[in-house]
T-cell receptor, first 114, second 111 residues
């Protein structure tokens, strides 16, 4: 079983719809992240959370919200989806030891907003 | 990822060496990382280097860091078709919670 699981793997939706992407992890890490990947732009950070009561905006948080329901669960919501939110979304956890931060990624959710 | 730059494509023949280059702008970077993304999968950490090192070798992988020029490279010796993937360079900044990624270099290995 994957250590970082994202659901769904693919989603097609219409402009204006509310969408939730889910992420769960079995790695026991406190830190969790949501990134989006666009061709030619790499990964950009949307939101991150260092524990259940900690939520922080990333580089591109506008139009998104998150919920950290438990240490193992971190969901991303698009309240009113728009076409330029079409992208590949990744959830990640991280472990920091001696200053080295290793990220562990889920397989991604391909979201298309029509 | 505008602070971390990579070329988008690289094509090599099987058995040749591949060199993937990356430049970064923040001199307070502490660690620099290389991640690999295979088709349909998330990124996986390949290797990393501390900013006060200039080289790290791990089997077929060699990481070179030129801190003066803020240039990082990943050399893959004896490149195989299974090395075909997108390779991302990333930097972590001291006292900053963000890890910055480059746009990724798509490596294609031809038989």
């Amino acid at each position: 079983d994957a250590d970082v699981t994202q659901t769904p793997r693919n989603r097609i939706t219409k402009t204006g719809k509310r969408i939730m992407l889910e992420c769960s992890q079995t790695k026991g890490h406190d830190r969790m992240y949501w990134y989006r990947q666009d061709p030619g732009l790499g990964l950009r950070l949307i939101y991150y959370s260092f524990d259940v009561k900690d939520i922080n905006k990333g580089e591109i948080s506008d139009g998104y919200s998150v919920s950290r329901q438990a240490q193992a669960k971190f969901s991303l919501s698009l309240e009113s989806a728009i076409p330029n939110q079409t992208a590949l979304y990744f959830c990640a956890t991280s472990d920091v030891k001696q200053g080295i931060e290793k990220l562990f990624f889920g397989s991604g959710t391909q979201l298309s907003v029509l | 990822g505008e602070d971390v730059e990579q070329s988008l494509f690289l094509s090599v023949r099987e058995g040749d060496s591949s060199v993937i280059n990356c430049t970064y702008t923040d001199s307070s970077s502490t660690y620099l990382y290389w991640y690999k993304q295979e088709p349909g999968a998330g990124l996986q950490l390949l290797t990393y280097i501390f900013s006060n090192m200039d080289m790290k070798q791990d089997q077929r992988l060699t990481v070179l860091l030129n801190k003066k020029d803020k240039h990082l490279s990943l050399r893959i010796a004896d490149t195989q078709t299974g090395d075909s993937a997108i390779y991302f360079c990333a930097e972590s900044i001291f006292n900053n919670n963000d890890m910055r990624f480059g746009a990724g270099t798509r490596l294609t290995v031809k038989p």
